[in-house]
């Protein structure tokens, strides 16, 4: 009976340790099926193995990874996807962290508006010379055609120069880039709900209190239910 008993209270925790595990061990899949869109791994005389080498990064399929301290994990700085056989480009947020990307020498037809959405630290990239750069000329510093590929360099913020409040965000809002050609709103400091018009600081006791106690309750009444049950056996 105490062995059933026990069994019972140490149920819930399993099932979150095993949650756990399985959250991350897809995240582990998500980021290593980027590196192994197609096979081989990173060369060293390529431009991103040459920019791995100098950014002292570790190769890793067609990934180039690394962390700026021990406690933080590794993440994708390039990814090099040239030679590929890709013809669509449409979700490798995976590698939204990349500082440089190589599509080359791919019989790319299209690229999809939203595929670099949130790649904000991207900043130099490798296309088929017919291929646009994302966002259009005017997301980039430097753009070049060069040995029939074109280069994009140095994405520009879609914000205003000082960072602060845009026209093309609501009132009482700031503009923050979210990769090429894009930009998201955020609420100023004391502004907050919908198109930042609520003035005064977000009130999460009274949304996020009765949520906590409700799942306290929840919690404790599932665990008594399951003291009953095993009281009863």
């Given at each position: 009976m105490k062995m059933k008993a026990g069994c019972s209270q140490l149920y819930p925790l399993a099932l979150v340790l095993i949650f756990n595990i399985c959250f991350y061990g897809s995240y582990q899949l998500s980021?290593?099926?980027?590196?192994?869109?197609?096979?081989?791994?990173?060369?060293?005389?390529?431009?991103?193995?040459?920019?791995?080498?100098?950014?002292?990064?570790?190769?890793?399929?067609?990934?180039?990874?690394?962390?700026?301290?021990?406690?933080?994990?590794?993440r994708i700085i390039g990814l090099d996807l040239s030679n590929c056989s890709l013809t669509h480009v449409e979700d490798l947020?995976?590698?939204?962290?990349?500082?440089?990307?190589?599509?080359?020498h791919n019989p790319i037809v299209n690229i999809s508006d939203t595929a670099f959405q949130g790649f904000i630290e991207l900043n130099y990239m490798i296309l088929p010379g017919d291929i646009l750069c994302p966002g259009g000329n005017t997301s980039w510093s430097k753009v070049e055609v060069k040995a029939g590929d074109r280069l994009c360099q140095g994405q520009k913020?879609?914000?205003?120069?000082?960072?602060q409040l845009s026209i093309d965000c609501p009132e009482n809002s700031l503009c923050a880039p979210y990769g090429p050609g894009f930009f998201e709103c955020s609420c100023a400091d004391?502004?907050?709900?919908?198109?930042?018009l609520r003035e005064g600081e977000f009130p999460a006791l009274q949304v996020f209190g009765p949520l906590g106690a409700s799942t306290v309750v929840i919690s404790i009444l599932l665990w008594v239910t399951q003291r009953r049950k095993a009281k009863s056996l």
């Open positions: 980021e290593l099926q980027v590196c192994k869109l197609c096979s081989g791994s990173v060369q060293n005389d390529t431009a991103v193995g040459e920019f791995c080498s100098s950014s002292a990064g570790r190769i890793g399929g067609r990934c180039c990874l690394r962390n700026d301290n021990t406690t933080d994990p590794e947020h995976e590698a939204s962290t990349a500082l440089m990307i190589d599509l080359s913020s879609m914000c205003n120069q000082t960072g004391s502004y907050h709900g919908y198109k930042c």
